[in-house]
């Protein structure tokens, strides 16, 4: 059985982790210093037809532009497609949504 917390608790410890954040400036995670992977693919069935859109989980690094429709794409290559983000290899993180509306008037 997990131990019994208080929101007091959870409020102190919050506390002192924002404060321990605030006095090492250091320690602060630079993502204009990071360098971006190489794009990861997932692939799955044929989604040929279904509809791309750019997805609410999206970040764009101090002086990049904005994420864009263009930073994403869904390959097709007959058996399979591949959802890619970040395909021009930018320091953002995109998020590829790729779906078919399916309306059923019986349901």
Do not use: C, Q
Not at 29 to 40: E, G, I, K
Not at 59 to 74: M, R
């Amino acid at each position: 059985m997990l131990p019994y917390t208080s929101r007091r608790d959870f409020l102190k410890l919050a506390g002192a982790g924002a404060m321990g954040h605030l006095l090492e400036p250091a320690r602060r995670l630079r993502f204009d210093l990071l360098v971006a992977d190489p794009p990861r693919d997932e692939s799955g069935t044929d989604l040929s037809g279904w509809t791309v859109v750019l997805g609410d989980g999206t970040y764009a690094a101090p002086g990049e532009a904005p994420v864009a429709i263009d930073d994403i794409a869904t390959v097709h290559d007959g058996a399979a497609s591949e959802l890619r983000a970040n395909i021009l290899r930018r320091r953002i993180m995109a998020h590829n949504i790729t779906y078919r509306r399916i309306r059923d008037s019986s349901a």
